[in-house]
């Protein structure tokens, strides 16, 4: 139906306008001149401001056209086309697409259009030497490039214009509350966080004390004589030097000899084991 529709609007539009296929031009002289002298990322960075893209880092349907048009232009520049030339050049690629996104033309309806839009503009213009912009080598090379790029990937491009995207978020912003400080080295919990109870057990640290400097001198100075005395008492008072260092001899002998009879122990059993595993393995 797309197909049969745009072929009546074709028709319609060949009986008042014909041959006036590419009468309006893509991109002016003056913007064909500014490309020329660019080079492929001045042409993609200008071109980028011609069509006025401006969700170009967040746009696939824009930087495929973007691509488009750039790779259509760099091309027709690499054959030395001319201005009018690139101009009537870019106008077709454009009146491609547009054929596409707004009548639903089918691969063979863009086909067709291209051979009358290269009659009109091509070598045989005859009786309008002035549409003779090409000629019969760059009318050929012209719909070779088409074929390779525009006709070869045209389902992509049907896809591109008509089947609908979800939207991914690619970014995000969040407010973050922060925490009031407080007078007491550690912050207090957050709603979300520990429960009060278990704070105020584990976390907060305990109060100072309130009793300052004078007032501890004085609770000491009321502690009675006797006890005082008692903590004065040194427990090895009674003791000699070589005393102590024969009991710590003893100790120490005790602990180490311990010690090595444990180490010795699991040696042991590390051995045995072993020893059974290399025996499994030889009658393996």
């Not at 056209?65 to 027709?76: E, I, M, N, P, V």
């Not at 389902?155 to 969040?174: A, N, Q």
């Not at 002998?253 to 051995?271: H, P």
Request: aromatic share 8%; net charge negative.
């Amino acid at each position: 139906m797309a197909s049969a529709s745009t072929s009546r609007i074709q028709k319609n539009s060949d009986k008042t306008d014909s041959p006036k296929i590419l009468t309006s031009d893509f991109l002016s002289d003056l913007q064909i001149s500014d490309l020329i002298n660019e080079n492929i990322h001045g042409v993609q960075k200008k071109l980028e401001e011609f069509l006025n893209f401006q969700e170009l880092p967040t746009s696939l349907k824009e930087a495929i056209l973007l691509d488009y048009y750039t790779s259509g232009f760099w091309w027709a520049k690499g054959k030395n086309f001319t201005v009018p030339q690139l101009s009537k050049f870019m106008a077709l690629l454009e009146k491609l697409l547009h054929n596409l996104e707004t009548l639903h033309a089918s691969l063979e309806d863009s086909i067709k259009f291209l051979g009358e839009a290269m009659a009109e503009i091509g070598p045989n213009t005859i009786d309008k030497p002035y549409m003779n912009v090409f000629n019969v080598q760059q009318a050929n090379e012209i719909i070779d490039y088409l074929k390779m790029s525009l006709f070869q990937h045209y389902k992509l491009y049907e896809f591109l214009f008509f089947s609908p995207r979800d939207e991914i978020v690619i970014g995000t912003e969040k407010v973050i509350e922060l925490v009031k400080s407080a007078d007491s080295p550690f912050p207090d919990p957050l709603e979300e966080g520990i429960p009060c109870d278990i704070y105020s057990a584990f976390i907060v640290p305990p109060p100072t004390s309130t009793l300052d400097l004078e007032d501890i001198e004085q609770v000491l100075s009321e502690e009675s004589p006797v006890e005082s005395e008692a903590t004065e008492v040194d427990p090895l008072a009674n003791f000699t030097i070589e005393e102590v260092k024969t009991v710590l001899g003893q100790i120490t002998d005790e602990v180490i000899s311990s010690i090595q009879a444990e180490i010795n122990e699991k040696l042991q059993m590390q051995e045995e084991t072993f020893n059974v595993r290399i025996e499994k393995l030889k009658q393996a």
